[in-house]
């Protein structure tokens, strides 16, 4: 299975953030969509993600608020990234390597979306629910072979 196959499922609906914006306005957007990240983009390109993380970091810097900080001073500037083409299971590893629960999925320079963990977790439980459906069906409809249908001598 392949991040396109998740993508294909989930959707392409992507929500972007400018560097420049205030980080109060980013935190109010992604409480209002109740969203755990957004992609940074300046001038059509990637340049970094925001997550909860990055939040939560900066309201502890702060003393308990974002105070006037932009988005640029806490985003995470080099986020993982991975293709549409990339394996589920690379995709797994480098995200508990790296601790990441989000990452940006990019057709060389386009962004296509945004997969999490949860997305990946999904992928793989749904992948294993159909193989299972699919081998229990496979072992129910199993034929009978003849010789063990045939009558035993004596009886």
């Known amino acids: ?3 396109a196959d998740i993508l294909r499922v989930k959707g392409s609906t992507l929500f972007t953030v400018p560097p420049e914006q205030a980080l109060a306005d980013a935190v109010r957007s992604m409480s209002e969509l109740d969203i755990g990240s957004l992609v940074v983009m300046e001038h ?3 340049v970094g993600m925001l997550t909860f993380r990055e939040v939560i970091q900066a309201v502890v810097r702060n003393g308990g608020g974002v105070g006037t900080s932009l988005v640029r001073s806490v985003m995470d500037d080099a986020p993982l990234t991975c293709t549409p083409e ?3 299971d690379e995709v797994r590893r480098m995200m508990l390597m790296r601790h990441a629960r989000y990452m940006p999925v990019l057709d060389k320079r386009t962004l ?5 963990f949860y997305d ?3 992928a793989v439980v749904d992948s294993q629910d159909f193989e299972n459906r699919m081998l229990k069906a496979y072992i129910r409809d199993w034929p009978v072979e003849e010789a063990d249908q045939a009558p035993t001598a004596g009886g």
Do not use: F, N, P, Q
């Not at 296509?112 to 999490?116: A, D, E, L, Q, R």
């Open 1 to 3: 299975m392949k991040v």
């Open 44 to 46: 059509g390109d990637l």
């Open 86 to 88: 990339t394996e589920i």
């Open 112 to 116: 296509m979306g945004v997969i999490s």
């Open 120 to 122: 990946v977790a999904k």
